[in-house]
């Protein structure tokens, strides 16, 4: 715990200027950052005395090991770059809204020749046209259905599309006149883009002029006699009406607002955001979060603008917005909206009539969302907190384990063997932090020597960044750290999640050049030290981990190990294993743990076993990228055919010159030719073509005499 008076600023060094600030731990990690129209008061109010703070502020500073700020011009640039560094370093102390799940949109693809109407979640697309959000995917898919009788667009898949194309039959909705078969040609694609505009503009809430267009031409088909057209229309009308009260008439004049309410307590506040849109509740959304300071309601609600707009821009910032206070100074606010769509945008509080009536609905489902939210979260901190404690008991640890690091190998009979890092913070996942390592060391299978691998280059890396950060402790020399970019064999150093390695990731050498160029708080790769060490094994699994330790000085993380059969926990240095009773909340989290770094270690492997059955002569050219061996065997035909061309006629490939043509023959004319491939289907051998293993592809033919992947176990 750090002393806030440690790393306090001078007076006089921090400007009365607006700006934005950060406060970093003993990491280098920004754990909180915040903005302040005067950095010199705002800042001040962290360093009074630690009695008179919030306790989760208190929390804060003294977690704390650092301040910097920078200064802006205007209130609107802090806001601006506040939102940027939150998204961007994902500080754990401020204002998170928790379960902000992807909610689902009605999309229409305007972007493409025949606009597809679909749910769509995620980042908005360019071309687009979304309503919603929606609670749930159902309501757009009940919705949809009922407007396909009066709008039938297209809303299938473009596989489906090009499929019903080639066969020139279209699918079932097309039979059921549920779609317009634009596939097939039934009608043209202005006719349909037509047709999608309909379908935009009711939803959009334009409905009136329509139904009364049907109307007409319903009384119009009766007049003539044409009864059962008239059927069909009226059947249309009953459909969009039944769509209509699905989304009731809140508010008069078709207004366009979002209304957010907030429900709170000392520790945690829950939002509730109602999208209207011409004048009906089109989606709703929620979110809860932890209140890191003392923060007003006000302050709550311009967090909830920031996470609501931040990536909008244009028609997805209403021209209204309603809330229950507004933040303080509410200048900028309005202004940082206003920029983001483009139009003026009018942020208040309802005082009267309908919209002070719907705010009060809205306020309601935020207070039921924090009770609920409350409920689940007691026994869910309850239940991670005894976890903790009882792993700590059983283990004799000094404190719980705030972070836990698990760790498995995996192999199919020895061949590709890779391990899995993954992290739990506070019980709960933290994806961000997961790796993955090829085991380069030796070739074959020992579990126990692939452990003292993989946990003396994720340590060497940790003492490598405690070393470039100057938190080396007393009395080292550097000299554990030799090799941090290559095993002590010359091995390359570890593999990231994902990267541009051979075998898609990283080698030692790019990840140490990630990692140490970044000076400016960004996640560094395994930069911080976990109080536990899990490894997915019985002893021999254990005491590997634990000698790799202490080859590397390090004796303040404990390790332990979780053993399948028994499900016992080995520790080192002792002959009988710590059992944990079945019903142990603690035993149930190690498994979680262990069952995740297998999960995640399988998965690598697999997926590293499959890229090298695909790999292909073309795999073995050295600074031969994926692009230009696609454009080869385009150009070509097989590899077979390129095999026999001559360097001038390889060198007619765009992008590929002398040195790399008389490269790329050496190689084939030293690979082995494939073996003849075989039609699975008819048991012929096609001698024609050489089967294209390097462009990926997956059709019919299969080479004779590949691996059974059936036989042998994956651990």
Same mark, same amino acid.
């Given at each position: ?52 703070? @919030? ?355 995996? @192999? ?222 385009? @150009? ?80």
């Amino acid at each position: 715990m750090a002393d806030p008076s440690s790393y306090r600023p001078r007076p006089g060094e921090i400007p009365d200027t607006p700006g934005v600030y950060r406060f970093r731990d003993e990491h280098r990690r920004v754990i909180y950052v915040g903005k302040a129209k005067s950095l010199r008061q705002r800042l001040a109010n962290y360093f009074q005395d630690l009695a008179n703070l @919030h306790p989760r502020t208190r929390t804060m500073v003294t977690t704390a090991a650092s301040v910097e700020w920078t200064v802006v011009s205007t209130e609107v640039e802090a806001l601006q770059l506040e939102y940027s560094w939150i998204k961007e370093y994902d500080p754990r102390f401020n204002v998170k809204y928790r379960d902000d799940k992807s909610y689902p949109y009605l999309a229409v693809t305007m972007n493409e020749q025949f606009p597809r109407v679909q749910v769509m979640r995620g980042h908005k697309k360019k071309g687009v046209r979304y309503f919603g959000p929606y609670a749930h995917a159902w309501a757009i898919r009940d919705t949809v259905d009922l407007l396909l009788r009066v709008f039938p667009v297209r809303t299938c898949s473009a596989g489906v599309f090009k499929n019903a194309a080639r066969t020139g039959r279209p699918c079932l909705l097309g039979y059921i006149g549920k779609c317009s078969a634009p596939c097939v040609g039934r009608i043209t694609p202005e006719e349909h883009r037509d047709l999608a505009e309909e379908f935009c503009d009711f939803m959009a809430g334009r409905t009136g002029t329509y139904l009364r267009r049907l109307e007409k031409q319903m009384m119009a088909a009766a007049e003539e006699m044409e009864y059962e057209r008239a059927g069909r229309l009226r059947d249309d009308i009953e459909a969009l009406k039944k769509a209509m009260e699905k989304n009731a008439v809140v508010l008069a004049d078709a207004t366009d607002a979002d209304l957010i309410a907030v429900a709170e307590d000392e520790l945690e506040a829950a939002v509730q955001i109602f999208h209207v849109r011409g004048g009906r509740v089109r989606g709703q959304r929620g979110w809860v979060t932890d209140k890191v300071e003392e923060v007003s309601t006000g302050a709550l609600v311009e967090h909830a603008l920031q996470q609501l707009y931040g990536e909008e821009t244009g028609d997805a910032v209403p021209k209204e917005v309603l809330v229950p206070a507004l933040p303080e100074p509410v200048e900028p606010v309005q202004d940082w909206l206003t920029g983001r769509r483009g139009a003026n945008v009018s942020l208040r509080i309802p005082q009267r009539g309908d919209k002070k009536a719907l705010m009060e609905t809205v306020q309601r489902n935020a207070q039921q969302a924090l009770v609920l939210h409350k409920t689940k979260r007691a026994s869910d901190l309850t239940t991670r907190s005894r976890a903790l404690e009882e792993i700590a008991e059983a283990l004799d640890l000094d404190s719980a384990p705030l972070r836990i690091e698990c760790y498995d190998i995996s @192999h199919l009979q020895g061949d590709d063997v890779v391990a899995s890092m993954v992290v739990f913070e506070d019980g709960l996942q933290r994806k961000s932090e997961y790796r993955r390592f090829q085991i380069k060391g030796f070739a074959g299978q020992d579990d126990a020597r692939s452990m003292h691998e993989v946990i003396t280059r994720r340590f060497k890396r940790y003492l490598a960044e405690k070393e470039r950060t100057g938190e080396w402790t007393d009395g080292a020399d550097g000299s554990a750290i030799e090799g941090a970019v290559t095993g002590s064999d010359g091995s390359a150093g570890e593999g990231a999640v994902a990267g541009p390695g051979a075998d898609g990731a990283l080698t030692g050498t790019d990840v140490i050049t990630d990692s140490l160029k970044d000076d400016d708080g960004r996640p560094r790769k395994f930069a911080y030290p976990p109080q536990l060490v899990v490894v997915d094994g019985g002893r021999p699994q254990v005491a590997a981990a634990r000698r790799a330790l202490d080859e590397l000085g390090i004796d303040d993380i404990a390790v332990c190990g979780l053993a399948k059969r028994l499900e016992e926990v080995w520790v080192p240095g002792e002959d009988d294993p710590v059992v944990l009773p079945r019903t142990s909340e603690g035993l149930y989290l190690l498994q979680r743990v262990r069952d995740e770094a297998h999960r995640f270690a399988i998965t690598y492997q697999r997926a590293k076993r499959a890229k090298r059955f695909r790999a292909g002569p073309l795999d073995d050219v050295p600074g031969l990228g994926e692009t230009r061996k696609q454009a080869l065997v385009k @150009h070509f035909g097989s590899v077979k055919k390129l095999r026999s061309a001559t360097i001038e006629q390889i060198q007619e490939v765009p992008g590929i010159g002398r040195k790399t043509a008389e490269t790329i023959a050496v190689a084939l004319a030293q690979a082995a030719p494939a073996a003849p491939a075989v039609n699975t289907a008819t048991g012929e051998i096609i001698e024609d073509e050489e089967p294209d293993t390097t462009a990926g592809s997956s059709g019919e033919p299969v080479t004779a005499g590949a691996p059974d992947e059936r036989r042998g176990q994956e651990t």
